[in-house]
């Protein structure tokens, strides 16, 4: 059973940086593409970015674009969002993903089996 654990969540001023990261155990990470959604309160869960597992093509939101990097250590079996110049719209819980999405999916919580428990961030202005 896969499993994925988030951490680095936490509150930073408008401007500032954090680093999610998100632990995959009972599974290959290299097996599998990997994505980070977020939902706010009283919002849908969006999408953010996501990497495909081979060709390290990325994918991010229009509102994220220039400002968070995903990365992965397949050595490590962890995911990592990178988010600077972070943004009081940016407050919400991250989730970590991973599954097998088709293209046309890779951007769509339904393209994704696993999920992690999510970790909260909160931008302060």
């Known amino acids: 059973q896969v499993q994925l654990v988030e951490s680095g969540g936490g509150l930073v001023q408008v401007g500032g940086s954090l680093r999610l990261s998100c632990a995959v155990s009972?599974?290959?990470?290299?097996?599998?593409?990997t994505g980070w959604f977020r939902q706010a309160p009283g919002k849908e869960r969006e999408f953010v970015a996501a990497?495909?597992?081979?060709?390290?093509?990325?994918y991010f939101a229009d509102s994220v674009k220039g400002r968070f990097t995903i990365s992965r250590d397949n050595a490590k079996n962890t995911v990592y969002l990178q988010m600077d110049s972070l943004k009081p719209e940016d407050t919400a819980i991250y989730f970590c993903?991973?599954?097998?999405?088709?293209?046309?999916?890779?951007?769509?919580?339904?393209?994704?089996?696993?999920w992690g428990q999510g970790t909260q961030v909160t931008v302060s202005s």
């Open positions: 993903a991973a599954g097998t999405p088709i293209v046309s999916t890779m951007t769509q919580s339904r393209g994704y089996k696993y």
């Open positions: 990497r495909r597992w081979s060709g390290g093509n990325t």
């Open positions: 009972g599974g290959t990470l290299s097996n599998y593409a």
